[in-house]
């Protein structure tokens, strides 16, 4: 399925943001989905992910605690929360799925569909 990522903005250190990626027709619903998101001159790096039939959540150390990652099927969303923004979370954030959960959740090579990103800046 493809996901399409939006909802980015300038905020300050400290601030709050929501970003949200539908799926582009089809639904979201049994997929393994993940944000991932990569700053300039820098590696994609892995976020949040949700694993399905559970939807346990698995979260990279940088953001646990400041981030929740959800997902309403009925509207064939993902959500991502963030809470406590540093400068360092500055990137283009990218959601991405797998119909079939992988132990490499955190790497990017494991998902090959990629939509559009969403530019999220945080200024000091």
């Known amino acids: 399925v493809q996901l399409q990522a939006s909802g980015g903005g300038a905020v300050q250190a400290g601030g709050s943001l929501r970003i949200s990626c539908a799926a582009d027709?089809?639904?979201?619903?049994?997929?393994?989905l993940a944000w991932f998101r990569q700053a300039p001159g820098k590696e994609r790096e892995f976020v949040a992910a949700?694993?399905?039939?559970?939807?346990?959540?698995y979260y990279a150390d940088s953001v646990k605690g400041r981030f929740t990652v959800s997902r309403d099927n009925s509207k064939n969303t993902l959500y991502l929360q963030m809470n406590s923004l540093k400068p360092e979370d500055t990137a283009v954030y990218y959601c991405?799925?797998?119909?079939?959960?992988?132990?490499?959740?955190?790497?990017?090579?494991?998902?090959?569909?990629w939509g559009q990103g969403t530019l999220v800046t945080v200024s000091s």
């Open positions: 991405t799925s797998r119909l079939v959960w992988n132990v490499q959740y955190y790497n990017p090579a494991q998902y090959n569909s």
């Open positions: 027709g089809g639904t979201l619903s049994g997929y393994s």
């Open positions: 949700v694993r399905p039939p559970t939807d346990r959540k």
